[in-house]
């Protein structure tokens, strides 16, 4: 299952990327938001502490949702600190 | 009505020209926010504004659309920048336009207190020390939820 991650602001800083392709291997019917990021978290630590810091904002298709959001091949997943516009 | 996201500063005196139209309604509320030249901590030289830029363009829309339905505002418009701006320079404007002045002011308050919050907007200053990512601030979270009861489920 395919999905595109996007990372803005310190995350995309810290973590060097802003936009990849990632591939779910296991394949569930119900793959999580929280499934994603503990995938991801398996990067290394510098992931496994971005992904974790509390105030995390997850956007799926462009929606702010909770961790236990499913995620279906195809959707763009966001992951970004508190927003500071304005 | 509309949203702007641009990099170019913002013309206020034409933005409010469209707003308005030849024959305004009975009342217009605008606000402008410009960047400052320093933060609670140290002053500012550069302000850099990253955003998601499709995910941005449908929050604007949508608290828009919201501010004019409960506020029955005849028109309104956001305009907000990104890329680096300049101490002085514009940020964001909005701008309300409803039958009477109490609707015009609260649509207006509610588009920049939700935006602040809302939309995909990321802050980085420079300062005397180098960048800064701009943290999310305890009174914009309060401002922000003053209109969270209204909300429907």
């Known amino acids: 299952m395919g999905i595109t991650i996007k990372l803005f602001s310190s995350l995309r800083e810290v973590l060097g990327e802003s936009e990849f392709e990632f591939s779910l291997t296991e394949l569930d019917s119900a793959v999580t938001v929280a499934a994603v990021k503990s995938a991801l978290s398996q990067r290394g630590a510098s992931w496994q502490e971005a992904l974790n810091q509390p105030n995390l904002v997850h956007a799926l298709n462009h929606k702010v949702v909770y961790t236990d959001a499913v995620v279906a091949a195809g959707d763009e997943l966001a992951f970004f600190p508190p927003m500071t516009g304005g | ?153």
Do not use: C, N
Request: charged share 25%.
């Open chain 2, 1 to 153: 009505m509309t949203v702007s996201i641009q990099r170019e500063p913002i013309d206020v005196a034409s933005e409010y020209a469209q707003l308005v139209g030849p024959q305004p309604d009975a009342a217009v509320a605008t606000f402008t926010g410009y960047v400052r030249d320093h933060s609670d901590a140290h002053a500012v030289s550069q302000l850099e504004l990253e955003h998601y830029p499709e995910m941005a363009q449908k929050v604007l829309m949508a608290l828009g659309e919201r501010a004019a339905d409960q506020f029955g505002l005849s028109r309104w418009r956001i305009v907000h920048r990104y890329g680096l701006l300049d101490v002085a320079e514009t940020i964001v404007w909005v701008g309300a336009v409803a039958e009477h002045r109490g609707e015009a002011i609260s649509a207006s308050e509610l588009m920049m207190d939700t935006l602040k919050t809302d939309a995909p907007f990321w802050k980085r200053e420079q300062g005397p020390d180098g960048h800064v990512w701009v943290a999310s601030k305890a009174v914009d979270q309060h401002r922000r939820a003053r209109w969270r009861s209204e909300e429907k489920a």
